[in-house]
């Protein structure tokens, strides 16, 4: 039998399993309950939670509901799509991660104060994620979203830039971007960045690291839409080349188990502890 250790500091964040729990605690109730977006980027999980009774719908649906109850995820929502809820005398069971509403908070506190069309509000994040367009929208959709260290070029440098930064991303890729800022930005304007990255995210990645390269192959557990899950997967892949995404048990590969004499299972922030359960016994089967 081979040797599998699965990375305890892996999987649910707070956050998620606050809302995850929020919904269990609804459903229990026998009540009819949906849900704003996949509640976790994991579709496993999705699966599990729509048998208990969870309706996942999209926002053209929910702008058509009325008198109903809706839970928004941890990600986060827009003011929008709260005065959308009023309107329809929907009943908000509000999961968004208290990390993400105290962010969405700072950026509305920030846009309020500004003076003129020209001062820049950016967001390093990734374009089109739910957390990012909460975000995006405490600014009146004015804010600029880059995705990569990169894209910082397409900003204005001689007018305020004011940075923030979605609370997954990466701490080394908004340092670069601040640090790119610094030594571009005009001596007549202003650059203020507020680090606003979650930290028990963000220490994943050297602890995740240093569980990789333990092991002869690595098999990381995360649904294919994860953008944490993402980012730790390739930090992964590269302390240790044997790394594998997989998203469900079925998709271990047999041979990759053979030439490995220790084997760990980790995954993302939105990957539950039962799926690299299920991913371990597995792998434990087909070795038999």
């Not at 229990?28 to 309706?55: A, F, P, S, W």
């Not at 967001?123 to 600014?139: M, S, Y």
Request: hydrophobic share 35%.
């Amino acid at each position: 039998m081979k040797d599998i250790e699965i990375d305890q500091s892996s999987g649910f964040c707070f956050g998620v399993t606050t809302a995850i729990s929020k919904v269990e605690e609804e459903l229990t109730k026998n009540h009819k309950l949906y849900c704003l977006g996949d509640i976790v980027h994991n579709g496993q999980e999705c699966e599990r939670l729509r048998l208990l009774g969870l309706d996942t719908i999209d926002h053209e649906a929910f702008s058509k509901l009325h008198d109903v109850r809706v839970l928004f995820r941890a990600h986060g929502e827009p003011p929008q799509t709260y005065q959308q809820a009023q309107r329809n005398n929907i009943q908000l069971i509000d999961a968004t991660c208290p990390v993400v509403l105290r962010l969405q908070q700072r950026i509305k506190v920030v846009y309020d104060q500004l003076s003129n069309d020209k001062q820049q509000i950016v967001i390093f994040g990734k374009n089109g994620h739910a957390e990012v367009l909460g975000l995006v929208g405490q600014t009146e959709g004015k804010a600029i979203v880059i995705e990569t260290p990169e894209e910082v070029e397409k900003l204005d440098f001689n007018n305020d830039i004011y940075l923030f930064s979605q609370t997954t991303k990466s701490l080394d890729g908004f340092r670069k971007v601040v640090n790119y800022i610094q030594q571009h930005i005009s001596p007549t304007a202003s650059f203020k960045y507020f680090d606003t990255i979650c930290r028990q995210v963000a220490n994943r990645m050297p602890n995740i690291c240093q569980f990789a390269s333990k092991h002869d192959l690595v098999l990381f557990v995360c649904g294919k839409k994860s953008s944490n899950g993402k980012v730790l997967y390739n930090e992964c892949k590269k302390v240790n080349p044997n790394t594998y995404l997989v998203d469900s048990p079925q998709e271990i590969k047999k041979e990759w188990i053979e030439k490995a004499e220790t084997i760990g299972i980790c995954g993302a922030t939105s990957t539950p502890k039962w799926l690299m359960e299920q991913c371990r016994d597995y792998a434990n089967k087909i070795q038999e």
